[in-house]
């Protein structure tokens, strides 16, 4: 669909440009274990220090009185099957209270500020036996601030009491929503039973209650079957004031704000109410500020309640699945579509990688500076880590297997070389003799011994490190018989 292309682009940008995040004090988030950590220290301050990965976890709603800044990474993959423990007091339009509960990533969101965070890929598909609401980001938003969030995926609700309530960011909501983008998908079904009358809320940004919200961006595709009463809308399904403390704050503006999308419904019931809007289905507080609102809305009501309304229009829909793997600045997914019908959805989110190339040295280390190493990507050459290389370590000693020899004319012996320590730079060593007259060694260390006398033989590293073997050379007898009396020294040696 094309505003989940759009979506994924601004997702890839915001990879490209995610900040540094500091917060004194705050309690850092790498991990879904983390994440979930939440709920033992609910009024904390916590920051995400990198995108996180829910795949094959049932997650379960954690609450929130402090603050979470997601630092613009993005949380993906996120599932929930199930509302969570943490529950609050809601109200519907006649003002009736409830015992709530929330199916989101955070349950209860109550004086509390959540920003920066970007969630893709959610799914969240829950069959309530009590009063619930479900969205994406928070189900219940009380006196708390929420901004510069994005969420992407589909909120599925099947209901068996009286409130049932799905958002795109938020269900239950008191607060301020500023520059929060959404492209959802809703669904929801009564599965209600006499004399249970279902009372339904729905709406791209928040489902009922009463909130401030600018520069929004709003993309919905929503369904009701309902059997008791819709309250559906692009923005928000019911708008209205309760008597709470300071509730005049929440119902100042929905300005600056983009709403594009449908919602088909029905609603089965002899006292028809039928809200359905762009903005709000129903809105029962005085006038906001509205200035700057852009909104391309269809309202598609039936009055066939033979069909439970879906994107999936197939009986029996048979799924083609493609995947594409993620690139260097795009994400990967896995997207599926019925052959029959075309309906599509895309999910199994992987985030974008670079492949890391060789290893080139960057600076060469010496003996006395360290240098460095740098990984580029493959693909498109950016730095993706750089590492120091050590400083070259020096020989300390080389150890010959003599130390001095002694031999006689034209006798041969070949010395070996240790060089230490084992991870010297530069372990090369060549062989001398002082006195080659006497006795010579070759690149090998092969020692000839050739005339009387003594010489040293030298082991010398590149790097000046050297050891010697003394070897003193003398005639045998028959030698010194042939030098000095048969045919003199300068014949023999020649």
Same mark, same amino acid.
């Given at each position: 669909m094309k505003k989940i292309l759009a979506l994924i682009l601004i997702f890839a940008m915001l990879l490209c440009a995610v900040p540094a995040c500091f917060a004194d004090g705050a309690v850092h988030i790498t991990d879904a274990e983390g =994440?979930?950590?939440?709920?033992?220290?609910?009024?904390?301050?916590?920051?995400?220090?990198?995108?996180?990965?829910?795949?094959?976890?049932?997650?379960?709603?954690?609450?929130?009185?402090?603050?979470?800044?997601?630092?613009?990474?993005?949380?993906?993959?996120?599932?929930?099957?199930? &509302?969570?423990?943490?529950?609050?007091?809601?109200?519907?339009?006649?003002?009736i209270p409830y015992i709530t509960s929330f199916a989101a990533l955070f349950s209860t969101v109550v004086g509390a500020e959540i920003s920066n965070v970007n969630i893709l890929g959610a799914y969240v598909d829950v069959e309530p036996d009590v009063d619930a609401y479900a969205a994406i980001l928070a189900g219940f938003v009380y006196e708390s601030e929420l901004?510069?969030?994005? &969420?992407?995926?589909?909120?599925?609700?099947?209901?068996?009491?009286?409130?049932?309530?799905?958002?795109?960011?938020?269900?239950?909501?008191?607060?301020?929503?500023?520059?929060?983008?959404?492209?959802?998908? =809703?669904?929801?079904?009564?599965?209600?039973?006499?004399?249970?009358?279902a009372e339904q809320f729905m709406g791209g940004l928040f489902a009922t209650g009463i909130s401030n919200s600018d520069f929004c961006d709003i993309k919905i595709d929503g369904y009701a079957s309902c059997n008791g009463h819709v309250h559906t809308g692009g923005l928000g399904g019911l708008h209205y004031e309760l008597e709470m403390p300071e509730y005049w704050l929440y119902r100042q503006y929905n300005r600056n704000t983009t709403v594009n999308g449908q919602i088909s419904f029905y609603e089965c019931h002899p006292v028809r109410r039928a809200y359905c809007a762009g903005l709000f289905g129903e809105n029962l507080i005085g006038s906001v500020d509205t200035d700057g609102n852009e909104i391309t809305f269809e309202r598609n009501e039936t009055f066939d309640y033979s069909r439970i309304l879906?994107?999936?229009?197939?009986?029996?829909?048979?799924?083609?699945?493609?995947?594409?793997?993620?690139?260097?600045?795009?994400?990967g997914y896995t997207d599926h579509t019925c052959s029959g019908c075309g309906y599509h959805w895309r999910d199994s989110y992987t985030a974008p990688s670079h492949t890391a190339g060789?290893?080139?040295?960057?600076?060469?280390?010496?003996?006395?500076?360290?240098?460095?190493?740098?990984?580029?990507?493959?693909?498109?050459?950016?730095?993706?880590?750089?590492?120091?290389?050590?400083? =070259?370590?020096?020989?300390?000693? &080389?150890? =010959?297997?003599?130390?001095?020899l002694e031999m006689t004319s034209g006798a041969t012996y070949v010395l070996t070389a240790e060089v230490y320590p084992d991870n010297a730079y530069n372990k090369h060593y060549t062989w001398s003799s002082d006195d080659r007259s006497i006795a010579a060694v070759d690149e090998n260390g092969l020692v000839t011994a050739r005339y009387e006398g003594t010489t040293v033989i030298r082991c010398t590293c590149d790097d000046g490190t050297e050891s010697v073997c003394t070897v003193t050379v003398e005639y045998t007898t028959l030698q010194w018989v042939i030098m000095n009396v048969l045919f003199g020294e300068y014949w023999y040696m020649k």
């Open positions: =994440l979930a950590a939440i709920a033992s220290a609910p009024d904390k301050d916590y920051v995400l220090d990198n995108d996180i990965d829910l795949a094959g976890i049932d997650w379960d709603p954690v609450p929130l009185t402090g603050s979470f800044d997601g630092c613009g990474y993005t949380i993906y993959n996120l599932t929930v099957s199930k &509302v969570g423990k943490d529950t609050a007091t809601t109200y519907d339009g006649n003002k901004s510069d969030c994005t &969420v992407q995926g589909r909120v599925y609700f099947y209901g068996h009491a009286t409130v049932c309530g799905q958002g795109g960011v938020a269900g239950f909501a008191y607060g301020n929503f500023n520059n929060c983008d959404a492209d959802v998908e =809703l669904f929801f079904e009564d599965r209600c039973v006499a004399p249970i009358t879906s994107p999936e229009k197939c009986d029996s829909p048979v799924y083609d699945e493609k995947v594409t793997e993620p690139t260097c600045e795009e994400w060789e290893w080139i040295t960057t600076t060469q280390s010496t003996y006395d500076i360290e240098g460095e190493k740098t990984c580029y990507c493959a693909d498109c050459g950016i730095v993706m880590d750089t590492e120091p290389i050590e400083k =070259l370590i020096r020989t300390t000693d &080389v150890v =010959l297997n003599a130390e001095g």
